[in-house]
């Protein structure tokens, strides 16, 4: 199992290989292919992500003392960024995930390449899995 600095590491080498940011927008929606679906008994409004244009829904479970992530959008960037948290983040000890910045995000340059909602929109599901993670840990 990958620690989120690796999974992170990782993400960074796979987008430097892309010259412009069309190719990275491509490479985000492969990604959206690969996302952990949330179940249909979760597409919930309570689980729609606020602060994100697109509708993102995101559930997570303790297995194990590990947080697992799943998640869907109607919008296919934004599925595909989904699908980058979840990696990042999935199959991790909530204290691992509390404790970790999501670095790969600037250095891959994602935040500046995004309009300012779908920028929030990032930053909200962060903040949301970051939330689970810490009701897990309180647990």
Known sequence: METISEAQKEI???FSMFDDWMQ????????SKDIPLISEEYRL???????CQSKVWLHARDIDGK??????SDAIITKGIAA??????SEQKAEDILENEMYFIDAIGLKEHLS?????????????????ALAFQAK
Do not use: C, H, P, W
């Not at 409004?45 to 602060?51: D, S």
């Open 84 to 89: 980058l948290l979840i990696r990042v983040l």
């Open 116 to 132: 300012m909602t779908r920028s929030n929109g990032l930053l909200s599901m962060i903040k949301q899995m970051k939330f689970y």
């Open 45 to 51: 409004n309570e689980n729609l992500i606020k602060g």
């Open 12 to 14: 960074v080498q796979e």
């Open 24 to 31: 990275k927008y491509d490479y985000l929606i492969e990604l």
């Open 67 to 72: 947080v697992i992530y799943t998640a869907d």
